[in-house]
């Protein structure tokens, strides 16, 4: 891909036109500024973008966000929509952690009040929230519970103990998906999800307390209950081996079969079924238990959150309570309606590494934030800030209700590994007053701050093409990783 063959649309969006390439059945459209279109044409990202393009049942466009990077089949930070019914589902457009997402938790602390205890909270976090590859939780569940939790979702928490009813009301989908279904995903993900529920995992999945560096739109912001030097705390994990394997299981079963029903591919890692076929139905359903999983996953965490928050404060500040703003995903196939060229359409929208940012109005949105737009959480690299924003109109009309998820990979693991010392980088960001608790050095090397695209600048291009507006920025002070 090269700068001659798109054009530009706006200052933010460019388009690579539907003639590019004669398999494409609609245009590519990125979301960028200068120095980010640079970097997404130092990788395969757009490429995979255009293929994406070539989908039975793709309507408008082919999407990316500021963030994107190259991914398996579908670019991550790439967004698509398919009609319903013989429009495809494909399990690369979701990816292989299954509701990988985001949660916001607020607290009544200030950053002043809780900088005395924060090395005792840290370790606390660390001891209650286990991390680290195929580490185990301490909810420990036989075949049957586990089948009645990935069907039930976040109510499965909240019969358990693990969640209020404002947890779930601030949760997509309030925390469940209808239609899991436990029996159409294999013995062998059901064994690798049972002792994984409460746990972080590794690579960038991460616990980070946070304070509010600056507020940006204050009606949303009190809305939310976000003040000027508040503790909140952000957790970034996802389906664990359990969605891993939902993926595998597909992608295989779905390589099998796309011949079946005539689709063409420029990329095996696009595998994909008609919404209306048997496989794609079966898929759909093991996905949404994946993400049905996901969610309890981050509300266990969230349990465990809070008891640390308890243990390690308790008669120390004058109210260690922690709350829920708001969890969302960023790794989903849904179904939805929204308006194409003038009419509603129900599509399956695909968003890989994105995130859903419904504008105001929008009735799936629980009261408290209706009038404002859904909270979207974007977090940044380990050591730098992250952002709450919200949908907007915008996003309704041009992205379908999408925008950024996070700061979008420069660096692979393996040549982060290569360039950055984890001590270094631990001695680094300690040095910058951020406690730093993480299971190794070679794993905190991964996700160093260089190996990141800049948030700020990323956000920046998301507020000025107006698919989602600032409210407000948030910086890490404590950051526990896998």
């Given at each position: ?174 925390g469940r998906l209808a239609g899991a279904d436990a029996g159409k995903v294999s013995d062998r993900a059901l064994k690798r999800g049972l002792g994984q529920i409460g746990t972080l995992g590794a690579g960038n999945h991460f616990i980070e307390v946070d304070a509010v560096d600056g507020i940006f739109d204050e009606t949303a912001a009190q809305r939310m209950g976000l003040f000027p030097g508040q503790i909140v705390v952000q957790i ?247």
């Open positions: 891909m090269k700068r001659g063959n798109f054009k530009r649309i706006s200052p933010y969006i460019h388009e690579i036109p539907q003639s590019f390439r004669h398999d494409m059945r609609v245009p590519a459209r990125f979301y960028a500024d200068e120095e980010l279109l640079a970097a997404a044409l130092g990788d395969k990202s757009l490429d995979q973008l255009i293929n994406t393009a070539t989908l039975p049942g793709i309507v408008k466009y082919a999407l990316a966000m500021p963030d994107i990077h190259q991914g398996y089949g579908f670019p991550i930070g790439g967004v698509i929509a398919t009609e319903l019914p013989d429009g495809v589902i494909s399990p690369g457009g979701v990816g292989y952690d299954i509701n990988c997402g985001v949660r916001l938790l607020g607290t009544h602390l200030d950053r002043e009040e809780i900088m005395p205890h924060l090395d005792l909270l840290a370790s606390a976090l660390q001891a209650n929230c286990p991390s680290g590859v195929g580490r185990g939780g301490t909810v420990h569940l036989k075949r049957h519970e586990l089948e009645r939790l990935v069907e039930q979702g976040s109510d499965w928490a909240l019969k358990n103990g693990y969640a209020t009813r404002m947890d779930l009301e601030r949760t997509e989908e309030n970034h994990c996802g389906s664990r081996g359990f969605g891993h394997q939902v993926c595998t299981d597909y992608v295989r079963r779905f390589q099998k079969v796309v011949h079946k029903y005539g689709i063409h591919l420029p990329d095996r890692e696009l595998v994909c079924a008609p919404l209306s076929s048997p496989e794609g139905q079966d898929y759909l359903a093991a996905m949404k238990a994946a993400a049905n999983y996901a969610f309890v996953n981050r509300q266990v965490l969230t349990h465990h959150i809070r008891r640390s928050f308890e243990e390690a404060l308790r008669r120390k500040v004058h109210n260690p309570t922690v709350y829920q703003i708001y969890d969302i995903a960023h790794n989903m196939a849904k179904i939805e309606t929204h308006e194409v060229d003038g009419r509603p359409m129900q599509l399956c929208v695909h968003r890989k590494g994105a995130t859903r940012a419904f504008g105001p109005g929008s009735p799936v949105l629980p009261n408290a934030y209706r009038d404002i737009g859904q909270p979207v959480l974007v977090p940044g690299s380990m050591g730098t800030a992250s952002w709450v924003l919200v949908g907007t109109k915008g996003s309704m009309a041009q992205s379908f209700g999408s925008t950024c998820h996070g700061a979008g990979r420069t660096m692979s693991r393996r040549k982060a590994k290569k360039t950055v010392r984890g001590h270094d980088l631990r001695l680094e960001l300690e040095e910058q007053g951020i406690h730093v608790r993480a299971g190794s050095m070679p794993g905190l090397a991964e996700e160093a701050p260089q190996a990141y695209k800049d948030v700020d600048r990323v956000i920046d291009v998301v507020h000025g093409a107006g698919i989602a507006k600032k409210v407000a920025r948030i910086v890490p002070v404590a950051v526990v990783k896998g």
